[in-house]
């Protein structure tokens, strides 16, 4: 007999692509995980791991285990539900996955409501880009996340994966204090053309953002300074290095000599709560959505 909870660690390899990647998402060390893999391949007598370069791959094998554990893991997953919804009451294990600004500005009081409301509840928070999130959900891999999108760059629909709209997040146009555009209650698009940016690393969405919109307003973006932390940029532009876009949820106050601006037309992010439809009926589900609705009014969400 497979032990479960080691097909689960193989299952999260195969989706994550590095033992590193699979502990974090489960919440375990990387050693705990690499012995789950040994105990597994001991179980099998097969080789799942192959060493390659500085990293791991599956073996072909492997990759036919891990399949047939998401199988497993979404039959496991149909009773657990169907067990929930029986008792009427959110219990067991809730993983949510969620952006960092989501993660600092939304999730602590989110999570926090849910422990007073829901004592048997165990919902536990792991910090995801947006990009990878929706896909995380529609795998198995996490059972809630809260991803975001732009205009540019709507939010996939995989199958199986159902959505209800948080609110809309808006943006600012930061600049330092004594910039000549400080002093302005609003400001165009066209006019950021000889603008030095900070913002966040290439293939991130907010970068991908700032580059394809000002250059459709005929404005090549002169990016000095990059930063995956909005912490870290806003120190940028307190400095004087560049102006930066950062939405207002998870930013907290502004630091002394940051001015924000309205652009205008003014950039928002869409926030989204995601989960499998299969799982729909878990009264977990259920009442974690209500609560990122709620919080999120209270977070400045429109």
Not at 56 to 79: C, Y
Not at 240 to 264: K, N, Q, S, T, Y
Not at 278 to 284: D, H, L
Request: proline share 6%.
């Amino acid at each position: 007999m497979l032990d479960l909870s080691r097909l689960r660690a193989l299952h999260a390899v195969s989706v994550h692509g590095s033992v590193a990647g699979a502990a974090a998402a489960l919440g375990y060390t990387a050693s705990a995980v690499s012995q789950q893999i040994t105990k597994l391949e001991r179980e099998t007598r097969t080789t799942l791991l192959e060493r390659r370069g500085r990293g791991v791959a599956l073996t072909e094998e492997a990759l036919h285990l891990a399949a047939t554990a998401q199988q497993l893991l979404a039959i496991v997953e149909q009773a657990e539900t169907t067990l929930e919804q029986r008792r009427g009451r959110p219990t067991g294990r809730l993983s949510i996955a969620a952006f960092a600004s989501a993660a600092r500005g939304l999730l602590p009081g989110v999570l926090a409501e849910l422990g007073r409301e829901h004592p048997a509840l165990d919902a536990r928070l792991t910090e995801v880009d947006p990009h990878l999130s929706v896909d995380l959900v529609a795998k198995g891999v996490i059972d809630l996340a809260v991803a975001h999108d732009w205009d540019i760059s709507p939010l996939p629909a995989p199958e199986g994966v159902a959505q209800a709209v948080l609110g809309d997040d808006r943006c600012d146009l930061l600049v330092p204090e004594g910039h000549p555009l400080a002093g302005r209650e609003a400001v165009r698009r066209e006019e950021l053309a000889q603008e030095r940016w900070v913002c966040q690393p290439p293939g991130t969405v907010c970068h991908d953002w700032l580059v394809r919109t000002l250059r459709a307003a005929g404005c090549e973006p002169d990016i000095r300074h990059r930063a995956e932390e909005n912490h870290t940029q806003l120190a940028l532009v307190a400095a004087g290095l560049g102006v930066a876009m950062i939405p207002r949820l998870g930013r907290g106050p502004l630091p002394e000599g940051v001015v924000a601006v309205r652009l205008d037309p003014v950039p928002v992010r869409r926030l989204y709560a995601l989960w499998r439809t299969e799982a729909a009926r878990r009264p977990a589900i259920t009442a974690a959505v209500s609560v990122l609705r709620e919080r999120g009014a209270g977070a400045g969400l429109t």
